[in-house]
């Protein structure tokens, strides 16, 4: 049987479902998903592995003009992986409108100059009589060598989607082991699950401004079923401080105690305790520092 393995970077504006459609592909949560833009600033790993194939896809912060020192980053990230890898799926939301957004991204992914299919994603979000414009249009516009519209939500088409990416893949074994899901480490995916959290329970100005560090990772009595964590959220301003923490510390409370449960999941452990600080750092998405202490460097 002749094996085939390869990379597959996912790019796309904010918001176009990269996420989603890595979680749903792997079959087990190796990105964190919100409504927010800008959830993803990092590069994530998730393999995919069936009996003739492996897939390593590569989900990437979204394509945007950066206007902070970690935005630059995160845009270099995007650029790295579209250089690196195999194949690119740009990813599109077909629930909102072409503009200049989706033209620079558009434009991106042909500068590469590499297979690329186009993945006009959230199709369960419209009418069935607006795709066939969206897809005469995304023809014209780009060079794309097929069009897939799918639901990464929902699942839509997504088997067809796989076996066409595998379709492209050299020749080659196995790149990681058959079990392996993700290159992530505990402490980064520790870091994330709290990230999660406060973007699915603040205020829409929060998500930008907001990092988690952790201070403290202890599994000196993970033997025992118990790993103890202090980790930090940082924002740039006082009153976004306030929000974290919530009317007599109800809002980080709510934050600590999803995000505690989630840990143990990743974790495999029957208990973590999860100590939760505030802290403000104004102006941190400029600093080194703190992007070096989130992995954005």
């Given at each position: ?49 069936q ?25 270099e ?15 599109v ?31 369960d979000?419209i ?40 379709s ?23 870091s994330?699950?709290i ?14 401004s ?13 033997d ?44 495999g ?20 520092f ?8």
């Amino acid at each position: 049987m002749i094996l085939k393995s390869g990379f597959a970077a996912i790019v796309g504006r904010p918001n176009s479902g990269k996420s989603t459609l890595l979680n749903r592909l792997i079959g087990t949560k190796v990105s964190i998903v919100s409504d927010k833009p800008q959830t993803t600033r990092n590069r994530i790993l998730g393999i995919h592995t069936q009996e003739d194939a492996q897939i390593a896809f590569v989900d990437t912060p979204g394509i945007h003009r950066p206007g902070y020192k970690m935005n630059v980053r995160m845009m270099e990230l995007v650029r790295e992986a579209m250089r690196e890898v195999d194949i690119l799926l740009h990813m599109v939301d077909v629930s909102e409108n072409y503009g200049k957004g989706e033209k620079f991204a558009l434009e991106m992914v042909e500068k590469y100059q590499k297979p690329a299919l186009l993945l006009l994603n959230k199709i369960d979000l419209i009418n069935k009589g607006r795709l066939l414009p969206v897809i005469e249009h995304y023809s014209e516009q780009g060079q794309y060598t097929e069009i897939f519209p799918i639901s990464a939500k929902k699942g839509d088409n997504l088997d067809a989607l796989v076996e066409r990416i595998v379709s492209y893949l050299p020749e080659g074994e196995l790149m990681y082991p058959d079990d392996y899901f993700t290159d992530q480490q505990e402490r980064f995916m520790v870091s994330e699950a709290i990230r999660e959290q406060v973007l699915l329970k603040t205020r829409k100005e929060l998500p930008y401004s907001t990092a988690v560090q952790i201070e403290e990772f202890d599994e000196s009595r993970r033997d025992e079923g118990l790993v103890v964590i202090s980790a930090s959220v940082v924002v740039e301003k006082l009153g976004q401080k306030k929000i974290v923490i919530g009317r007599s510390g109800q809002m980080v409370k709510q934050i600590g105690t999803e995000a505690r449960k989630e840990i143990q999941s990743i974790l495999g452990v029957r208990k973590v305790f999860l100590e939760l600080n505030v802290k403000v750092i104004p102006g941190w998405r400029d600093q080194d520092f703190v992007l070096q202490d989130i992995g954005v460097n």
